[in-house]
């Protein structure tokens, strides 16, 4: 078998793999693979909005944060601002590049022994496949006094998906919208 013949076989292995795992339609007709472009970024839509994900660890007397930008239509995102910390002192800010898909770090120490509450803001610029960008903003709680350290998110701006919502709140969303649209 030639190399030429191999490279295909692998190439169209690796397309139907894609297609399979729900990242799209392929056309395996010709010697070039299609997959389908990503959906444009809607700031306004449940379904594609852009959300910060956040999660926690406690190393020491030290929270370790991470938040991330995610979603479908997402190829990367800005870090604007971290704001309005209460509880805890930023010792440690390790800043994601502008336009990639790193990770926000943040290390924080609790004001007082006692502080089982702490709280921030992160303001961010998320960026979309078509020269399109979102402006985002979320306050997240950090709880420890579980003793565990547990992180929410709440605030403006949209969520990851339909499946975010309670089933209450997404059929009130719907008659909303319904409403609005006559």
């Known amino acids: 078998m030639g190399v030429q013949?191999?490279?295909?076989?692998v190439l169209a292995g690796a397309a139907l793999a894609l297609a399979t795992g729900g990242l799209g339609c392929v056309d395996l007709a010709g010697p070039v693979v299609y997959v389908s472009a990503p959906p444009r970024l809607v700031c306004t839509e449940i379904a594609y909005g852009e959300s910060l994900s956040p999660s926690v660890s406690r190393?020491?007397?030290?929270?370790e944060v991470v938040v991330r930008a995610v979603g479908i239509a997402t190829s990367g995102w800005a870090l604007v601002s971290v704001s309005d910390l209460s509880g805890a002192l930023m010792v440690?800010?390790?800043d994601p590049r502008p336009g990639t898909k790193e990770p926000l770090g943040l290390a924080l120490r609790s004001l007082t022994p006692t502080?089982?509450?702490?709280?921030?803001a992160v303001a961010a610029t998320v960026y979309g496949f078509y020269q399109?960008?979102?402006a985002v903003s979320r306050t997240f709680q950090i709880d420890t006094s579980s003793g565990e350290a547990r992180i929410?998110?709440?605030g403006p701006g949209p969520r990851v998906g339909a499946h975010a919502l309670a089933p209450a709140a997404l059929a009130s969303r719907?008659?909303?919208i319904l409403r609005a649209r006559g």
Request: hydrophobic share 30%.
């Open 59 to 63: 190393s020491a007397d030290t929270l």
């Open 5 to 9: 013949l191999r490279t295909r076989r």
């Open 152 to 154: 929410a998110g709440s």
């Open 174 to 176: 719907r008659r909303a």
């Open 92 to 94: 440690g800010l390790r």
């Open 132 to 134: 399109d960008s979102c």
């Open 115 to 120: 502080t089982t509450r702490i709280s921030f």
